[in-house]
Nanobody, 115 residues
């Protein structure tokens, strides 16, 4: 199995920036896509961004141009740089990894955008 540990959440003012980090451990061979999802109160979990081992990247329309994913295949880490944050970005952010058709999740980290 794959274990994922996130860090870097917190409270930030609108227009500010945060960087989330995620490290994978355990049975980490052949991890394909890694990325980030988020879930706001009362809403379903949604895709933020993913990046495959080969470098193919996918972003939700709502974060394009503001968020950037960075992945280190050798270290099995994935970071999310979030700029120009908006109140609607407030959510619990989850790191995700796909391996042999299974999807693994981290415990989540809270991001709150508020003045």
């Amino acid at each position: 199995q794959v274990q994922l540990v996130e860090s870097g959440g917190g409270l930030v003012q609108p227009g500010g920036s945060l960087r989330l980090s995620c490290a994978a451990s355990g049975s980490i061979f052949n991890i394909d896509a890694m990325g980030w999802y988020r879930q706001a109160p009362g809403k379903q979990r949604e895709l933020v961004t993913t990046r495959t081992r080969g470098g193919k990247t996918n972003y939700a329309d709502s974060v394009k141009g503001r968020f950037t994913i960075a992945r280190d295949n050798a270290k099995n880490t994935v970071d999310l740089q979030m700029n120009s944050l908006k109140p609607e970005d407030t959510a619990v952010y989850y790191c995700s990894a796909e391996q042999w058709g299974l999807q693994y999740w981290g415990q989540g980290t809270q991001v709150t955008v508020s003045s």
